[in-house]
């Protein structure tokens, strides 16, 4: 019954910015933490970032800390995933994802209940 929408991807050069955005749906937003998650080719999908119900508390993978920002607004419904300094690295399929059971910062993909189509990221060298 929840729906997630990702949308900003495309291709950007390398040290360029991209701001993704996720918008929610069918559920009632306050309720979710939400996560971002990104897939490259022939790769697992890893954890990027996440932010807490109420958007007082985030995490972020080692790899993207320091360049990636994550953030909600309760408003709109949507969560956001601000790029920057992007690196080639970073290129992979972006996803969002929602979870209503964990009261923290969920950082495993399966401990998330709903997940958007995804939306590609490319930077180039």
């Known amino acids: 019954q929840v729906q997630l929408v990702e949308s900003g991807g495309g291709l950007v050069q390398a040290g360029g910015s991209l701001r993704l955005s996720c918008a929610a749906s069918g559920g009632t937003f306050s309720r979710y933490a939400m996560g971002w998650f990104r897939q490259a080719p022939g790769k697992e999908r890893d954890f990027v970032a996440a932010?807490?119900?109420?958007?007082?508390?985030?995490a972020y993978a080692d790899s993207v800390k320091g360049r990636f920002t994550i953030s909600r607004d309760s408003t709109r419904n949507t969560v956001y995933l601000q790029m920057n300094s992007l690196k080639p690295e970073d290129t992979a399929v972006y996803y969002c994802a929602a979870d209503l059971d964990s009261g923290t910062l969920p950082t495993i993909g399966a401990w998330y209940d709903y997940w958007g189509q995804g939306t590609q990221v490319t930077v180039s060298s």
């Open positions: 932010i807490s119900r109420s958007g007082q508390r985030t």
